[in-house]
């Protein structure tokens, strides 16, 4: 039996909504296609956005959206997708399967879709390919009111408001894609890029440096050093990349679909390192911020695996399983309990491309088993961490059980928990101290490791009610038992 303990007096951080954020770049078939269809779409759409996922993501409550890359940010030119369509330079999308990129798709669209979904946008520009005035003529146009140029050019395009920039990142991946930088040559840039991001409206923007591309074999403190010591008075937040990917290398990473029990643990294994990056990057900014004022910035994550056969493969268009669901699951119970130090995660990517919340097929949607967590976890966004803690069994090498929980504004207290274990049910013993509640909702998403839902049946992969949930209260602690069934994502709330 697994023991957890949840502490409701010992409160934590608030887990700020961004952490369930999601990231959208102009790659294969994530923007068009998946987010953006044109007016003139017979694919139900308003403004061009699809009306299907658009509605899915308002029901994940996406709290924000990065956007328009990745590596694409380091050549986008945000002039070239401005104004009418027809005029918008046409770009060969380098990065990205070599397709050509009509800029269609550019800021006032992007806001658009901001705007439908209910999210903050998180604006990446560019550094690597890009000028300081470009940058700075960027936000000035977003954001400021007022009669100068920028600002008419906005009103000229069809908006005469300015909008709210809440993120700002300065460059991505600048130590690869984004310039091939060294860390100190990048450290100067984003202290001086950063000076122009002004602020024009009431709030100021939230300037984001490029953090370390991380793997198992290279966690990559440096850069996180390198960055704190020289800029971090310069920064709100600092970011980091992190993919799990289970084959041995970049080559061979593995079918999205086609796997077996031991490469499920070791995809597993490796989505679990992301605790020793956030802990150990999280160190490394507690030298020069004790105080925890910058964000680490989590935004790049997921299972990157092997193209679905029979497509581009510049397109990275894969499927997503119940593999998945634990990886999703395990991260972000992870960046829950670190909610101090993460200010915002943007899982790659959200539709078509990696590990996406969603797929489209022509006009069919399917929801992945990743959505499914994100919806399970949404109760999480907004709410104050709370102290727990677990025992359990090992399976494979890892805890066959993992979890964290949190407490609502109206007093709801929710737990999500995975069970890692593909043979075994886990039966549960939660001790939440001091106090007397009743479970109020339990849900768990379940089902075979390969498990994952097509565009023809529909969502046969999708939460349900976990039967068994039993309460009792000793007089002191409230104590709830049930079965978590193998591999498996479940949320239970108590009031
Ligand atoms: O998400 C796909 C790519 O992964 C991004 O463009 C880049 O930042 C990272 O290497």
Not at 158 to 171: I, L, N, R, S, T
Not at 301 to 314: A, L, R
Not at 366 to 382: C, E, I, M, R, S
Request: aromatic letters at 10%; charged letters at 20%.
């Amino acid at each position: 039996m697994a023991q957890q303990v949840i502490f409701p007096a010992e409160r934590g951080a608030v887990i700020r909504p961004e952490v369930y954020g999601n990231f959208s770049e102009h790659l294969g078939r994530c923007i068009y296609e998946g987010l953006y269809v044109g007016e003139d779409s017979p694919i139900p759409n308003v403004n061009g956005l699809r009306t299907d996922v658009v509605e899915a993501l308002r029901n994940l409550s996406l709290p924000v959206l990065r956007w328009p890359g990745g590596c694409f940010a380091d050549e986008y030119h945000w002039k070239e997708g401005i104004g009418p369509k027809k005029g918008r330079k046409r770009i060969v999308n380098t990065n990205w399967g070599g397709v050509v990129e009509d800029n269609s798709f550019g800021t006032h669209e992007f806001m658009e879709l901001c705007r439908q979904v209910g999210c903050k946008p998180y604006i990446n520009g560019n550094v690597g390919s890009g000028t300081v005035q470009e940058m700075a003529e960027w936000i000035e146009y977003m954001t400021a009111g007022g009669d100068s140029t920028m600002a008419q050019m906005r009103a000229a395009n069809g908006h005469a408001e300015p909008w709210q920039v809440d993120y700002f990142g300065v460059g991505n991946e600048n130590w690869g894609c984004g310039g091939n930088m060294r860390p100190e040559y990048y450290a100067d840039l984003f202290r001086r890029y950063q000076s122009y991001v002004k602020r024009y409206g009431e709030k100021p923007v939230y300037k984001i440096a490029c953090g370390a591309g991380t793997s198992l074999e290279n966690p990559n403190y440096e850069w996180t050093e390198v960055l704190m010591k020289n800029a971090a008075p310069y920064m709100d937040g600092l970011s980091l990349h992190y993919y799990t990917v289970p084959g041995p290398d970049w080559q061979h990473k593995g079918s999205a679909t086609d796997f077996d029990r031991q490469e499920y643990y070791v995809t597993l294994q490796k989505a679990l390192f992301i605790q020793t990056l956030v802990e150990g990057h999280g160190a490394v900014m507690d030298k020069y911020d004790p105080e925890k004022r910058i964000g680490l910035i989590v935004d790049e994550w997921g299972t990157w695996y092997d193209v679905e056969p029979g497509t581009n493969p510049g397109f990275l268009y894969q499927q997503n399983t119940m593999r998945d669901a634990l990886v999703a699951g395990l991260s972000l119970n992870v960046f829950n309990k670190h909610c101090d130090r993460v200010h915002m995660a943007n899982i790659a990517q959200t539709v078509n491309v990696l590990q996406a919340v969603v797929l489209t097929d022509g006009a069919k949607m399917a929801l992945t088993p990743t959505y499914h967590v994100f919806d399970l976890y949404k109760v999480h966004q907004g709410a104050r961490l709370l102290a727990s803690s677990l025992t359990c069994d090992r399976v494979e090498g890892l805890p066959a059980v993992q979890e964290s929980a949190s407490i609502s504004a109206q007093g709801a207290i929710s737990t999500t928990v995975c069970n890692l274990s593909l043979d075994s049910a886990a039966p549960m013993r939660t001790v939440l101290t001091g106090v007397n509640v009743r479970p109020t909702q339990a849900l768990v998403l379940t089902g075979d490791m390969r498990a994952y839902n097509d565009f023809e049946a529909g969502s046969s992969v999708a939460p349900q009610p976990l039967a068994g949930v039993e309460a009792v209260y000793d007089g002191r602690d409230t104590v709830l038992t049930y079965t978590l069934p193998p591999c498996s994502v479940a949320r239970i709330t108590v009031q």
